[in-house]
């Protein structure tokens, strides 16, 4: 069995078959430096990874495997956004196999009754935002006494000034012997203090030491002027057989317009900011993983960690502040093994800006040129012919009949016309040649 890597690491036959299920066969490298040791040592770790390579699953498992349930939240997990939290409580769920482990989402914008209720009953896992969490500390409705394992799930964001204060409040109602376990694909110069002032000791386990974007994503820039980027946009869109990715934008503002901008030429998008209520930013993202969205323009904090399988892209519309947002942005593809592409575009007075990101990360990001609307044509072509010719030998017998029954009515030509009407609408005609 090639699960045997798993059980190799220590872990028992029912996670093991339970990852199995799961259709994981072998563990990531972060994976095998952790699992083993969190499930034997007592001691605090910080892990760093790149993105995508399955971070959650390297703490979540051997914390599934140490837990006795007893009722009362054992490992509290810390995550920056509410996403994110939903995202890996829905992990650690899809990992637990059958093991009787309750595990209790907590973040704003949730209903806070079901809330109440959740936490009422028994709970061994915890994952939230600190925001909430705090909450439920200050009304006492979370105790957290009890706790053995603190998860600091994207590291770095959480040890940033905007949250330190939020989690180091959470920190000192933890007992002082729980194991503090920090996970991030980044790891600035500047936080090292931070890490040193909570962690006791951290093991450091570093798969790669370098920031460094995954080797599975192509990079490339695109030269622009600035009022051309919308338009430049649409034609990197264009010009991809299947585009499925995330454009990022640099606020809440240029998500607005961007979306807006391609929701008018009649794409498929929508956008994500921190302005949108809890419920709506769930909806969209549950219609971006469905694909019945394809494009989904959001900020930074919106879609830090996310996980959506498949991305074939990521367009940076606006660039990254820093080296590290350029490494979280262009993670999320190229994960779990598949390819991506990611581009960037670049007026001219963000070029320096690009050269300082690309030295930073070491990455081989390549110049581009703007698709011509000859290669557009060809693509949307071969799009339409593949997407039609696909499903010539998939017609049931009912779909020829009434295939004669039309071509008994009007000329072939015209009819198959009418059809790739209604199928691709007028953005077909981009694929013309006049
Ligand atoms: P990270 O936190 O490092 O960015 P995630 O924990 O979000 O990565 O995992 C990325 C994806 O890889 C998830 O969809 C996860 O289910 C998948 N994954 C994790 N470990 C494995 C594995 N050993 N084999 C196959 N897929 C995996
Ligand atoms: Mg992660």
Redesign the pocket.
């Known amino acids: 069995m090639t699960t045997s890597a798993f059980a190799e690491l220590g872990l028992s036959p029912a996670l093991v078959s339970a990852l199995t299920a799961k ?6 490298p ?2 095998a430096a952790v699992i083993p040791r969190l499930l034997s040592n007592q001691g605090d770790i910080f892990g760093q ?9 390297a703490f979540a498992l051997p914390l599934i495997e140490r837990i006795v349930p007893n009722g009362k939240p054992q490992a509290i997990v810390l995550a920056p956004t509410r996403e994110l939290a939903l995202q890996v409580c829905k ?1 650690i769920e899809s990992l637990r196999g059958n093991k009787k482990l309750i595990i209790a989402p907590v973040y704003g914008g949730q209903g806070m009754r079901e809330q109440l209720r959740a936490l009422k009953g028994p709970v061994d896992i915890v994952v939230g935002t600190p925001g909430r969490i705090i909450d439920h500390l200050d009304r006492r409705t979370l105790d957290l006494s009890r706790t053995r394992f603190l998860v600091l799930d994207e590291a770095d964001e959480m040890l940033n000034m905007g949250f330190s204060e939020d989690v180091e409040k959470i920190l000192i109602q933890t007992p002082p012997n729980r194991q503090l376990l920090l ?1 991030s ?1 980044t790891l600035p110069k500047s936080l090292e203090r931070m890490v040193q002032r909570y962690a006791k000791d951290p093991f450091y386990i570093r798969m790669k030491a370098e920031l460094h974007t995954e080797s599975l994503t192509e990079q490339w820039y695109v030269d622009i002027k600035e009022p051309e980027k919308v338009q430049v946009l649409t034609k990197l869109i264009d010009a991809a057989t299947d585009f499925y990715g995330v454009i990022f934008c640099r606020t809440k503002m240029e998500v607005d317009s961007v979306n807006m901008a391609l929701h008018k030429a009649g794409y498929a998008s929508a956008g994500i900011h921190g302005d949108f209520k809890q419920s709506e930013r769930e909806r969209i993202l549950q219609q971006f993983r469905k694909r019945n969205i394809m494009i989904l323009v959001a900020t930074d904090v919106a879609a830090r ?1 996310l ?1 959506v ?1 498949e991305l074939t892209h990521v367009v940076n519309f606006s660039l990254p502040n820093t080296p590290e947002t350029y490494v979280h942005r262009v ?1 999320r593809t190229g ?2 093994g598949q390819k991506g592409t990611a581009i960037t575009l670049v007026s001219r007075r963000d070029f320096r800006n690009l050269q300082f990101i690309q030295r930073i990360v070491k990455a081989d990001i390549r110049r581009m040129d703007v698709p011509s609307i000859k290669v557009i044509r060809r693509i949307q072509l071969e799009k339409m012919q593949s997407q039609v010719l696909a499903q010539v030998n998939d017609c049931h017998e009912g779909h020829i009949h009434l295939a004669k029954h039309l071509l008994a009515q009007a000329d072939p030509i015209q009819i198959v016309a009418a059809l790739v009407k209604q199928q691709f609408g007028d953005r077909a005609l981009l694929a013309l040649d006049s």
């Open positions: 259709g994981f066969t072998k563990p990531t972060i994976q990874a790149q993105t995508g390579t399955g971070k959650t699953a992990e996970f694909a960690g996980d399988k993670g994960r779990a």
